[in-house]
């Protein structure tokens, strides 16, 4: 919905957050915090793609991808801020929190690896998150589903563009598909923690504030499986599934992604940018 | 096939009346191949000019910073795709073009293969680069090729916007911490002069201007557009109190320009012929792109042959 294009509203205006009682705003702020890392650390891993893309028209609609991916998590962070209600915004969030403070998905802190690895993380990711996202439009909380409203309708076009993109490289020549299935076949084991639920999760879905995602997980394997196959692809086994992000047990990799994203802030401490 | 030298005099003709020349339309083929030539350094240089920006783009201080600058990158692409296109209308595919770049046969923009040190780079760039890319474009969109002179107006809005950015990241970085300031002091230090080198040399020197001026290409000299950037410029480096660092320049009343010291066109040339700090990377880096991209180009192309093998004879045939 076009009404929805500033949803958080700011800092200090009446109205912004609901009313929450101590256990449900930690819960939340947890929540928000989720759905912001996710966004903020893999539109940082498809910026590097900036000038490097296979083709033109990739380095813009892979820019054009971070670039959503970037503002949602603006969004979803300003209002982890509000909420928690300690004075810091957006960006105290983003660039001053140490790696086990952040609380994305395994999945999108990989590195960019190759184009097959790009298209295959966002598309499992993005599935998810459409269906997440749907959910969140339905929140008792008028800003997060305001924003998830927003970001629903970016997300749709992302895995239309990544589909698309898995359609090309499963079934275009030997090597892009044994490329794509060997990303398949690699960030397989991420995708369990997508649909992982915990304490957080139990405390807002019982206030109607979040969707449970457990259920989500059947119509993301459905539609993955779709395309995968239309790919001419396999569908990997599901063995151990890699979790920890959630509660900051990171790979070795954010550590170093944060270390460049934040190098300005940190050696700069207190400047306005 | 018209008689050449009549045909060109019609041409001329038309350009003298101020007509612009469409891609179907007659033109002598050096019309041709200097628009190309034009076309192409312009797109390449926004395409290699992605690489310079691009280095901050995971490091930019904000998230508002960062989306600026990624949005402006992205500009940028688009702007090397609308080009290339215009490009295609003289007849030169944009495979051809992205070749010539590759194999470092065509020019790009010299001040590409300077490095961005620091997050004020960026502000300068903004300010510097796509300020003085405005002035040159503002000039060519009144160009007598209608495709280029239309992406120009087009691409001129977007510059202003970057340039404006650009100048606000300088401003804040100015009034802020004295590392700040520094920052900033050192960036224009050493963006300042490769801009000005970017109008390409003086009058008297420069081969191609006499016969793109009389095809109403160019409507105005190198020299001139670059005397109207620094009277631009001079007012807002001393508006957030940077200092341009050149002790010679002073404000001539009479002639109400800032006038400014000697260009040293013997680092412009050395930059040019591929001397500069980062000639090599810059298009290694290309290289690299294009190389590890190709299996996905011709992955896309084998999907698109097999999807039109089977939607039959009926599509072969139209």
Known sequence: MASTAHPAKRKGEPGAVPALDPALRAALVQYLLRLGDDRLVLGHRLSEWCGHAPILEEDIALANIALDLIGEATLFLRLAGETEGAGRDEDALAYLREAIDYRNVLLVELPRGDFAVTIVRHFLFGVAAYYQLEGLTRSTHPALAGIAAKALKETRYHVRHAGEWLLKLGDGTAESHGRAQAALDDLWRYTGEMFLTDAVDEILVGAGLVPDLAPLEAPWRAQVTDVVRRATLRVPESGYMQRGGRVGRHTEHLGHLLAEMQILQRSNPGATW | ?318
């Not at chain 2, 612009?20 to 007659?26: L, N, Q, R, S, Y």
């Not at chain 2, 926004?46 to 920006?53: A, Y």
């Not at chain 2, 003289?90 to 620091?118: H, M, W």
Request: hydrophobic share 40%; net charge neutral; with cysteine.
């Open chain 2, 1 to 318: 096939m018209p008689d050449d030298a009549a045909a060109q005099r019609e041409f001329e003709a038309r350009i003298a009346a101020g007509e612009t020349v469409e891609p179907k339309d007659w033109m002598p083929e050096r019309y041709r191949k200097q628009l190309i030539r034009m076309m192409s350094q312009h797109a390449h240089s926004e395409i290699v000019g992605m690489l310079p920006e691009g280095n901050w783009i995971t490091r930019a201080p904000t998230l508002r910073r960062k989306m600026g600058l990624l949005a402006k990158v992205q500009d940028e692409a688009g702007h090397g795709l609308y080009i290339y296109c215009g490009a295609e209308t003289l007849g030169v595919s944009r495979a051809e073009l992205i070749d010539q770049l590759l194999t470092g046969k065509a020019k790009y923009a010299s001040i590409f293969n300077y490095p961005t040190l620091t997050w004020a780079d960026i502000g300068a760039i903004g300010w510097f680069v796509d300020g003085a890319a405005i002035v040159n474009q503002t000039m060519l969109a009144k160009a007598s090729y209608g495709p280029y002179a239309r992406a120009m107006i087009r691409i001129c809005k977007e510059e202003n916007f970057h340039k404006r950015q650009g100048y606000e990241i300088m401003a804040t970085l100015a009034a802020g911490t004295p590392a700040q300031k520094r920052m900033a002091q050192d960036a224009v230090d050493r963006w300042w002069w490769p801009s000005l080198m970017m109008f390409g040399p003086s009058d008297k020197d420069s081969p191609n201007s006499a016969e793109l001026t009389r095809w109403g290409v160019k409507r105005k000299s190198n020299d001139e557009l670059r005397q109207r950037f620094v009277n631009l410029t001079v007012a807002q480096a001393r508006a957030i109190d940077l200092t341009l660092p050149d002790p010679a320049l002073r404000y001539d009343e009479a002639t109400k320009d800032w006038h400014f010291g000697p260009i040293d066109w013997a680092e412009f040339d050395r930059v040019i012929h591929g001397d500069g700090p980062l000639n090599r990377e810059r298009l290694a880096a290309r290289n690299e792109a294009h190389a590890s991209g190709a299996w996905v180009r011709e992955a896309a192309a084998a999907y698109a042959a097999k999807r039109a093998a089977e939607s039959g004879g009926s599509a072969a045939a139209a």
